[in-house]
Nanobody, 131 residues
Framework: QLQLVESGGGLVQPGGSLRLSCAAS????????IGWFRQAPGKEREGVLC????????NYADSVKGRFTISRDNAKNTVYLQMNSLKPEDTAVYYC????????????????????????WGQGTQVTVSS
């Protein structure tokens, strides 16, 4: 069974940090771009950060610049989202997704903004930033 599983969410005070993990089972993440998305109550799902199969990073949310970073460990078949200096407005369910849209010049899976272009999604992990 092909699936992504997020973990690492929880309740944290403003200014705190969390590291989310996105682990794959049933397939290898090496050949996929992995995006992190989030959805707050009453809002649409939005892109946060993405890492291509070659390691290139795309930031989809200006609000997380300088605070969130994305990385991948192909040996562990896992992608991480390190979140620092968390704010209450970061409260959301965070999802990871794997996409195989290929850059025809590099033949690497590239980051894309369209949610519908991702092949596999995790079930999400809740992040709550509150004092």
């Amino acid at each position: 069974q092909l699936q992504l599983v997020e973990s690492g969410g929880g309740l944290v005070q403003p200014g705190g940090s969390l590291r989310l993990s996105c682990a794959a089972s049933g397939f290898t993440l090496d050949y996929y771009a992995i995006g992190w998305f989030r959805q707050a109550p009453g809002k649409e799902r939005e892109g946060v950060l993405c890492i291509s199969s070659s390691g290139g990073i795309t930031n989809y949310a200006d609000s997380v610049k300088g605070r969130f970073t994305i990385s991948r460990d192909n040996a562990k078949n896992t992608v991480y989202l390190q979140m620092n200096s968390l704010k209450p407005e970061d409260t959301a369910v965070y999802y990871c997704a794997a996409g195989s849209t290929t850059d025809i010049t590099t033949l690497q899976a590239m980051c894309v903004a369209g949610i519908d272009e991702y092949d596999y999604w995790g079930q999400g992990t809740q992040v709550t930033v509150s004092s």
